[in-house]
């Protein structure tokens, strides 16, 4: 996946200075361009020409800000600044495609307590057919490494590619993560029989471990990459895994290919209960590729 350009929301917040911090670091490391878009609600409109009017004004003195505010960031990275009418995350979306990374920031940082843009956060995830960077005002600079969920989706694989990616970009390490946790089947009644399927259980999660291993390391041979198996829901254990974490990676893996729909159950619990700033990524939208081959031995797998 090349990302060509950043899309950042901003509303004069704390959290959407942090996204813009983000997107210019990132779009450095590229050398791509940077565009801040400020959305005046049109809800407003509701209330006359006249605040209208207002609105229009307050929101472009603010997206001046913005802009000054990232250009104070570095000279080398080019930066726009849009202003749009309608509905913030809509208007957002309708930025989104393959090669554009749109970033929002967030006050969310535990369970359902997000406001502003961390409350619509999801919304924005689900109507995104590109790859939407979620940034928590509070992410902290001392956090290492990236850490990517494993699934056998397009989307998963997708995921994989951008995060061995970052993790060169990074010069750290990677951490391919999946989880064994399923219902055991109603004929499973012994606690041998229970110990036995679920030991299958984690050497499945070792064979999509191995061949996500094997792809991050073809796509970019130099990155360090460990691997783990986890015993608990994913989104639970994602978010636990990537509190030290510069950046966690997940695929939409709620549908085949790039279409609109709601996000799939690993996302959502991942973006409900935030703990790093976090990438979420669609399956491509010129083709859907089969589904990680499970077939190349991997390295490094710890239960956990």
């Known amino acids: 996946m090349e990302i060509r350009r950043y899309v950042v929301g901003v509303d004069g917040s704390v959290p959407a200075r942090a996204a813009i911090r983000w997107a210019v670091a990132g779009a450095r490391e590229r050398g791509v361009a940077v565009t801040l878009v400020q959305v005046a609600d049109d809800e407003w409109g509701a209330v006359g020409t006249r605040l209208i009017d207002e609105v229009d004004q307050e929101a472009q003195a603010r997206l001046a800000d913005e802009v000054a505010y990232a250009r104070s960031l570095g000279a080398d990275v080019e930066i726009h600044g849009e202003l749009r009418m309608g509905s913030p995350m809509t208007e957002l979306a309708s930025f989104s495609d393959d090669t554009t990374m749109v970033v929002v920031g967030t006050h969310k940082t535990g369970f359902h307590y997000g406001r502003a843009f961390g409350s619509r956060s999801l919304q924005l995830a689900n109507l995104a057919v590109g790859p939407v960077a979620i940034i928590p005002e509070a992410a902290s600079r001392m956090r290492r490494g990236v850490i990517v969920g494993v699934d056998d989706t397009p989307a998963g694989a997708a ?60 796509r970019q041979p130099g990155i360090v990459i460990r691997s783990r198996v986890v015993r608990r829901p994913a989104g639970a254990a994602l978010n636990e895994l990537a509190r030290s974490a510069e950046l966690l990676v997940i695929g939409d893996s709620r549908r085949a290919r790039a279409q609109l729909g709601s996000l799939g159950a690993v996302a959502y619990d991942v973006l409900l209960n935030l703990s790093s700033p976090t990438i979420v990524v669609h399956a491509p939208a010129a083709q859907a590729e089969p589904g990680i081959d499970r077939t190349t031995e991997g390295e490094s797998h710890v239960i956990g």
């Open 159 to 218: 995921a994989v590619d951008l995060a061995a990616d970052l993790a060169c970009d990074h010069h750290c390490e990677l951490m391919t993560v999946r989880s064994s946790q399923s219902h055991p089947p109603l004929d499973v009644d012994s606690d041998d029989e229970r110990r036995d399927w679920q030991l299958r259980r984690d050497d499945e999660a070792r064979g999509f471990l191995a061949s996500a291993v094997a792809r991050a390391r073809a």
